[in-house]
């Protein structure tokens, strides 16, 4: 694995430098096989970028893109990384982009972990970008270090997996290693000075921390973007 960490002075900086990233990966994309598959974060850090990505003129009828985790609420709860793309993406809906939910809450999260799974499954695969967030404790995703199905979860052969962790006022579905690692390039989105350290920690010593492991698993380009 090779990672590039990328400095920004601001965050306008980062929603710059992160917008056109994920434009440039699509426009790949979509000249090499007619369509693009992304995997993002939930989070404040990535909105902007996103924001700015749905100002864009991209074929978005050919782009397709789904959460790497989600709380286990409704679709349209304040707290859904679902509900938070489509609110960052107006335009690029309405020119077509499909955005696939991974929470069919109130289902019960036990009973539609199979569909999940089935549903990521069915997505064309390496995605063409995955792009993760990260926090102080050093999750990604739904990876949290205080989980007690964490080691399971790491490990399993499934895409989709249930996350429990204390720390959490509601249970997750998150995209597993196995998925996050079918991609192309891994892009990593933080901000703050505790993140700045957290990662330069794991990407010194990855056993300590979920994303540690996740990245020093990871066989593609990992760009890092962070500011202050």
Not at 141 to 164: C, Q, V
């Given at each position: 694995m090779s990672e590039a960490l990328l400095v920004h002075a601001d965050r306008d900086g980062l929603a710059a430098a992160l917008a056109a990233q994920l434009g440039d990966a699509i426009e790949a994309a979509v000249g090499r096989s007619g369509a693009a598959t992304l995997v993002v974060a939930g989070g404040s850090t990535p909105?902007?970028?996103?924001?700015?990505?749905?100002?864009?003129?991209?074929?978005f009828a050919r782009v397709t893109m789904l959460p790497?985790?989600?709380?286990?609420?409704?679709?349209?709860?304040?707290?859904?990384?679902d509900a938070m793309l489509r609110s960052c993406f107006p335009s690029a809906l309405a020119a077509g982009l499909t955005v696939v939910p991974l929470s069919s809450a109130p289902t019960p999260i036990e009973d539609a972990l199979?569909?999940?799974?089935?549903?990521?499954g069915a997505l064309p695969s390496p995605f063409d970008v995955v792009l993760l967030g990260m926090g102080d404790d050093g999750h990604t995703?739904?990876?949290?270090?205080?989980?007690?199905?964490?080691?399971?979860?790491?490990?399993?052969?499934?895409?989709?997996?249930?996350?429990?962790p204390?720390?959490?006022?509601?249970?997750?579905?998150?995209?597993t290693p196995r998925?996050?690692?079918?991609?192309?390039?891994?892009?990593?989105?933080?901000?703050?000075?505790?993140?700045?350290?957290?990662?330069?920690?794991?990407?010194?010593?990855?056993?300590?921390?979920?994303?540690?492991?996740?990245?020093?698993?990871?066989e593609v380009p990992t760009t890092i973007h962070w500011c202050p």
């Open positions: 909105a902007p970028a996103y924001r700015a990505l749905d100002a864009s003129s991209l074929a790497s985790d989600e709380r286990w609420v409704p679709v349209d709860h304040e707290l859904s990384n199979r569909d999940v799974d089935t549903a990521v995703a739904s990876l949290f270090p205080d989980d007690p199905a964490i080691a399971e979860n790491e490990a399993s052969e499934a895409l989709a997996a249930i996350a429990r204390p720390s959490q006022p509601t249970a997750r579905v998150t995209l998925a996050l690692l079918k991609a192309r390039e891994l892009v990593l989105a933080i901000s703050g000075a505790e993140k700045r350290r957290v990662i330069e920690e794991a990407l010194q010593q990855p056993d300590l921390h979920p994303i540690g492991r996740l990245l020093a698993r990871s």
